[in-house]
T-cell receptor
Framework: GAVVSQHPSWVICKSGTSVKIECRSL??????MFWYRQFPKQSLMLMAT?????????EQGVEKDKFLINHASLTLSTLTVTSAHPEDSSFYIC?????????????FGPGTRLTVL | GQQVMQIPQYQHVQEGEDFTTYCNSS?????IQWYKQRPGGHPVFLIQ?????EVKKQKRLTFQFGEAKKNSSLHITATQTTDVGTYFC???????????FGTGTRLKVLA
């Protein structure tokens, strides 16, 4: 199988605080994970590619100092939203590739709903 | 930059009717993937198409990749209430494993 978990599933925080979201591949190793955000009734917007053991690569328009990504092991990537503001409220989803599979299928975590007050 | 558009944005059908969503990329794609996201859920991989003109079927779902590898379609025959959700196509950025998701088509099936 290929299961990806995310924690927490939802979080409410005050404006100005930082929030860390964890993404874990439970039964496979993921050298690459992806972070997306999704606003209600909209598509998934790729934020960054998380690479194990190296710096993440960010998509154009995504502030790397605001969205800190750490991929310290083959099964864990974290996204920290620093100094969160209400406009950061969104659904954050991670995905991972299982490089042992022939198809470039992405396995998505269940997502984290962030609400910034 | 690369864009992937889907039409229609929304579709309401009576149960038993057919449904089709169309996906168009601004660039030629090496492959295209389709995902389904149920309301409140996360995207789940359906299929990947690689060859020009390829057609694949999964029970009531038929996927097609255009000859120019810039467009694709998903057709559902005789929709059921379990088909409710948003269907996304996704195409890779050239030379990478990064996928750009289409705008999505939200399907509602009326019983």
């Amino acid at each position: 199988g290929a299961v990806v978990s995310q924690h927490p599933s939802w979080v409410i925080c005050k404006s100005g605080t930082s929030v860390k979201i964890e993404c874990r591949s439970l039964d496979f190793q993921a050298t690459t994970m992806f972070w997306y955000r999704q606003f209600p009734k909209q598509s998934l917007m790729l934020m960054a590619t998380s690479n194990e053991g190296s710096k993440a690569t960010y998509e154009q328009g995504v502030e790397k100092d605001k969205f800190l990504i750490n991929h310290a092991s083959l099964t864990l990537s974290t996204l920290t939203v620093t100094s969160a503001h209400p406009e950061d409220s969104s659904f954050y989803i991670c995905s991972a590739r299982n490089v042992e599979l022939a198809v470039n299928e992405q396995f998505f975590g269940p997502g984290t709903r962030l609400t910034v007050l | 930059g690369q864009q992937v558009m889907q039409i229609p944005q929304y579709q309401h059908v009576q149960e038993g009717e057919d449904f089709t969503t169309y996906c168009n990329s601004s660039t030629t794609l090496s492959n295209i993937q389709w995902y389904k996201q149920r309301p409140g859920g996360h995207p789940v991989f359906l299929i990947q198409l690689v060859k020009s003109g390829e057609v694949k079927k999964q029970k009531r779902l038929t996927f097609q990749f255009g000859e120019a590898k810039k467009n694709s379609s998903l057709h559902i025959t005789a929709t059921q209430t379990t088909d409710v959700g948003t269907y996304f196509c996704a195409g890779p950025t050239s030379g990478t494993y990064k996928y750009i998701f289409g705008t999505g088509t939200r399907l509602k099936v009326l019983a």
